[in-house]
Every structure is written in C-alpha cells, then in structure tokens.
C-alpha cells in the first residue's frame, strides 16, 4: 500500500482525530474535516457529556500512538460504583477484586484536544474546522462540503474517504439515500432521555463528595450518575423517561416539580447541587439511541468508523473506547501487507463488526443493572463472590464486566458470550442453594467455572457461539 495516498476524514472528534493522528505516524497524507468550531478555541461542550469513562481498550490504542504518559495526567481514578440509596446512605462496589483494574473520569474536551495536537504535530496531516460534509459520493470517492466560514460549498476528491463524523454521520446517510448497494440500517431509541447537570467545586478546589468513584442513584426506572472533574467539579447525568412514570422530562417543567422530585429521589445530589434548577432548565435534554448498519464499507472507496459505524448508549462505559479500538484493529489489517483498501476493508469489517454489536448489546444490559439490579440483593451477592474470587485467583476469574472493561485483548463478543454465561450460572446457583458464599472459595471457583463451561456448551449446540 503505497504511503501517497490521500486519506479523507470527515470529523474530528476523538475517533476522527486518533485515526489522523495514526494514519499520520504511517505516512499517509491526511486531510480532515470537521463540521464544529475548533474546540481548542471556542468552548463547544454544551449539553454533551464533558467527561467520559477511559479504560484498557481505550489505554492500548494511547501506548499504540505513543501519548499513554500524557492521558494519564488527564484521568482521575473511579475504583468502583458509589451506591447511594434512597436515604443517603453509600456503599462502594468495587470494579475488580484486583486493585489495579480500574477505570478513569477523563474530559472529552482535554482529551479530544490532545489528539488533535498530536495529529498536527505531523507535516502530512491537514485539520480543518467549521466545514459541514452534505453528503458523500461514494463511487467517486469525493465529498461536498460547506463552509461555515465564508458560506461556501466545495467538493473534496480524496483516494479514500473515512467518516468519524459521529452517530448522524453525513457519509453513512449517503449510503442509505444513494441505494447503490445493499445497506442495512437500525436506530433504535430507548424511552429515556438524558440530561447533564453539575456539582461545583468545593472551596479552593475541593470535591464535595468522594472523588474517586462514578457515583449512581440507582432507582429501578430512572437513575442519576456522576463523575468527577479535574477542577473539583462532577458531571451529574440524569437519565429518565421522556413520558413514563409519576416523573419524566415531559411533565419535569417547573423549579417546584425539579426540586419536589430531586428531594423525593435524589435527597443527598439535591444538598450538593445549589445550581440545579439553573442548569435542569438551561441544558437540552437528548435522546439515547443505538445505530448498527452493513456494510461499513464501499468497495475500497469509503469506510465507516467509530460512532458512525456502530454508535451505542453510554451504560458500559465504552463508546470512546470502542472507537478507540477501531483504530487499533484497523491498524492491525494495515500492518498485514494488503495491496487495495477493499481487502483491507472488508478483513478490518469482518473480524469487528461482531464485536461492536456485542459491545451495543451489553450497553443496554448495563443500562438495566446500573439502575435497578445493583440495588438487589441477589446481584450484591453475585458481585461480593465475584470480587473475592478475583482477589482471591486472580488468574483463574474475571467476573463479565472485568472481561469487558480490563480485558483488552479480548474481543467484546467473548467478553460477552462468557461473562453472560458466568453471570446465569452464579445467579441461577446462588437461587437453587447449590452456591454459599461461605463455603470455600476454592470450591465456589470450581462449581462457577464447571457450570459456566455448562452452558457455553449448550449455547454452542444451540448456534449461539
């Protein structure tokens, strides 16, 4: 594959400016467009979620482009789930049974902004902001283009064109309205919506309530979570109905029905929040939605990635760092030796898509345990043997959201297929008294891993592996 080539990406968003800044290390000529001011510049975070859960999978595609050092100054530990229940009162679930998995609270913004001045850093990558790609043709491998700037329209040409540009990605609509080919496409809504709010700093600085854990207050139908920020600050995500239940987004539409339902549910977040009806009613409330499509791919003219590709709701904590493994798979192909971008395409497609729809499938799961199963006891149960067994045997278990989260060298649908598989044989064991945690650990080890192997095998029969 000839380093000459001309590469097109349209967006700048982490996917987009990580695979620049790769493509970039290998010498191909890259030019990006973004359709957003450039956020280096122009503060642009309004209503999105300004911090996001940075883990292993997003960590190896960092050592892959050389800036792991430099994220790290970004990150602030989350050891494990703050609980807090209806009271006030907190528990910490930790993540792992082994003290040095764990996640990290990191800013889109910061993050995003490193990436794109790593990616400059390179003579043969070309970022460009405020130009909205219209639309994709995708068998003449060019683009169209507005710019916000002077209020014109261009065509860019390019030997290959690779949209980053998000869950309404310009290109993978081309796609659909071209009918050229055949393209599969779902979008499916959850009922919820989400809202960001905020705790602010303490004095000096100072966080108001524990600092290194992602906070939830899990209640069945509706949940609030937070993750801390540098400045002492959380990010507070309040998803909810948009028309179910005694409270939703619809009917939320005065101060006194916000802070009623806050001091009824949320009594402790409410003490810490004095902004809490400023931000309810100045930020937008948005949808959550899960996109799956197929092919990603045109010929070895264009190629989707990241959220265009397979975008999915935030519950497991891996939407940037699925896209961040995107880049690390791709990257994979290219080292192959190909000698055409169909090849390449359709090897990178094959081997992932399977994985990013795994991935959009354990989000929902998650989505149901963060707001109502970890309140359970069963699921307590589960997780206390589960983090014993990992403390314990290290080597010998990883419960399905350590395989998930800090098992980066297995693929998503793996993590899947075994972690769902361990989840039913512990509950389903724990409900038949054939599992007590007080018994040997040993033991449990044993039972867990025979009875996991169990199932696997009647899913294989059942085609399901």
């Excluded at 979620?49 to 430099?70: P, T, W």
């Excluded at 899990?218 to 409270?247: C, H, Q």
């Amino acid at each position: 594959m000839t380093k000459q080539q001309n590469i097109l990406i349209i967006g700048a968003g982490l996917c987009g400016s990580l695979l620049a800044l790769r493509l970039g290390q290998r010498g191909f000529n890259v030019t990006v467009m973004e359709m957003r001011p450039d956020l280096r510049k122009v503060d642009i975070s309004a209503g999105r979620s300004i911090n996001l859960a940075f883990s292993d999978r997003g960590n190896k595609a960092m050592k892959l482009v050389g800036i792991e050092d430099k994220v790290k100054d970004l990150c602030i530990p989350m050891n494990g789930r703050m609980l807090h229940d209806i009271e006030g009162n907190t528990v910490l679930a930790p993540y792992s049974g082994r003290e040095h998995e764990f996640i990290n609270s990191i800013s889109r913004g910061e993050l995003n902004a490193l990436l794109l001045d790593e990616a400059e850093k390179h003579k043969n990558v070309s970022i460009y902001f405020n130009r909205k790609c219209k639309s994709v043709d995708f068998e003449k491998t060019t683009a169209l283009f507005k710019d916000y700037t002077n209020n014109t329209e261009f065509v860019e040409d390019a030997d290959v064109i690779i949209a980053t540009d998000g869950a309404g990605s310009a290109m993978r609509k081309s796609y659909y309205l071209g009918k050229k080919f055949l393209f599969s496409f779902s979008q499916d809504w959850l009922t919820h919506g989400y809202k960001e709010l905020s705790i602010l700093p303490g004095e000096n600085g100072s966080y108001k309530t524990y600092k290194n854990a992602l906070h939830i207050w899990g209640r069945e139908s509706f949940m609030l979570i937070a993750l801390p920020n540098l400045d002492g600050s959380f990010t507070v995500t309040l998803f909810l109905s948009y028309d179910e239940g005694e409270y939703n987004f619809n009917n939320l539409t005065s101060k006194e029905r916000v802070l009623e339902f806050f001091g009824k549910y949320f009594k402790d977040a409410l003490e810490l929040m004095p902004n809490l009806v400023d931000d309810f009613f100045e930020n937008p409330t948005a949808p959550l939605g899960t996109v799956k499509c197929s092919p990603w791919h045109y010929k070895g003219n264009t190629l989707l990635m990241g959220d265009a590709a397979h975008a999915i709701v935030p519950f497991y904590g891996q939407g940037m760092n699925a896209s961040f493994e995107d880049v690390v798979e791709f990257d994979k192909v290219l080292d192959e030796g190909h000698d055409d971008w169909e090849t390449i395409f359709k090897i990178y497609e094959k081997s992932r898509k399977k994985d990013t729809d795994a991935i959009a499938d354990l989000a929902i799961d998650n989505f149901h345990e963060m707001k109502g199963h970890v309140n359970h006891a069963n699921f307590r149960e589960k997780r206390t043997l589960e983090m014993a067994l990992e403390k314990h045997f290290p080597n010998d278990y990883s419960s399905k959201y350590s395989l998930v989260t800090f098992n980066e060298d297995i693929g998503y649908r793996e993590a899947m297929l075994r972690g769902r598989a361990q989840d039913k044989a512990i509950l389903n064991m724990l409900a038949d008294g054939k599992l007590n945690i007080q018994d040997d650990l040993k033991l449990n080890l044993e039972k867990v891993k025979t009875e996991t192997e169990n199932i696997l095998e009647d899913d294989r029969i059942a085609g399901l592996k």
